[in-house]
C-alpha cells in the first residue's frame, strides 16, 4: 500500500512540475512572439498577449521548480516529513498565485471593451490600421471615437461611418482568448490542489509507518 501511495504521490508531483514547464514554456514563447512585426495575421493576438501577466507567470513557475526539486529528497528520504510539510506550504503558495493570476484575468473580461479602448488609445496609426483591417471596421467605438486611421479598410469619412467600430469584434476576440487562459490556469491550480492532497497523504502514511516502528521498537525492547 505503501508502495502505491508513494507511486500516486509521484505522479501528481511529476504533473505539478509539468505544470510549471507549461506555464514557463508559454511565457517565454509569447515573450519572443510580442516582438514580432505586427502584421494582419498576429496583430490582434499580439497585443491581447502583451496585456497577459507574463512575468508573474515565470515567476510562478521557478517557485512549481523549486518546490518540485524540494520533492526530491522528501522522496528520496522515508523518514523525512519536514521537507513535505515545506512542499506542502509551498504547492498552496503556488496554487494561490495561480489563481490570482486567473482571477486578474478574469476581471479584465468584466470590462473588456473599456480595458480594450485604452489599449487601442496606445497604439501606433498603423497598428490600428491592421485592427481595422482584421475587423473590417473603422475606429474604436466608432469612426470619430477615437478617430480612424484613412486605410484601404475606411478610405473615406462617409466610408468610415458606414462601417461599426471595432470595438465589438475586439472584444468578442480578447473575451475568447481570455476565457481559454483562465480556464487553463484554473486547471493548472486543480492539479495543484491534487498534488498538496497527495503529499498530505504520504505525510499521514509517514506517521503512521513512524508510530509503528516506535511501537514495535518499544516491544522489542520489552522483550
Not at 8 to 28: E, H, K
Amino acid at each position: 500500500m505503501a508502495n502505491k501511495i508513494l507511486l500516486v504521490y509521484i505522479v501528481f508531483d511529476l504533473l505539478f512540475a509539468g505544470n510549471g514547464a507549461l506555464i514557463l514554456a508559454f511565457s517565454l514563447i509569447t515573450k519572443n512572439h510580442i516582438k514580432q512585426t505586427p502584421t494582419a495575421h498576429n496583430v490582434a493576438h499580439n497585443i491581447l498577449l502583451s496585456q497577459a501577466p507574463l512575468t508573474p507567470a515565470i515567476v510562478n513557475a521557478i517557485l512549481i521548480f523549486f518546490t518540485f526539486l524540494i520533492s526530491i529528497p522528501a522522496i528520496l528520504s522515508s523518514r523525512n516529513r519536514f521537507l513535505l510539510r515545506l512542499q506542502s506550504w509551498l504547492i498552496i503558495i503556488c496554487a494561490l498565485f495561480t489563481l490570482v493570476i486567473g482571477i486578474d484575468l478574469w476581471f479584465f473580461t468584466l470590462r473588456t471593451r473599456a480595458n480594450l479602448g485604452g489599449v487601442w488609445g496606445h497604439q501606433s496609426a498603423d497598428v490600428q490600421s491592421l485592427l481595422q483591417g482584421v475587423f473590417n471596421c473603422c475606429g474604436y467605438t466608432n469612426s470619430q471615437t477615437p478617430p480612424f486611421v484613412t486605410d484601404d479598410t475606411c478610405p473615406t469619412v462617409a466610408a468610415a461611418a458606414a462601417k461599426l467600430g471595432c470595438a465589438s469584434g475586439f472584444a468578442l476576440l480578447a473575451n475568447h482568448f481570455d476565457a481559454i487562459l483562465f480556464t487553463a490556469l484554473f486547471g493548472v491550480a486543480g492539479i495543484d490542489a491534487f498534488a498538496f492532497l497527495a503529499v498530505v497523504v504520504v505525510l499521514k502514511d509517514r506517521a503512521e509507518r513512524m508510530r509503528f516502528r516506535v511501537i514495535d521498537e518499544k516491544g522489542g525492547n520489552g522483550i
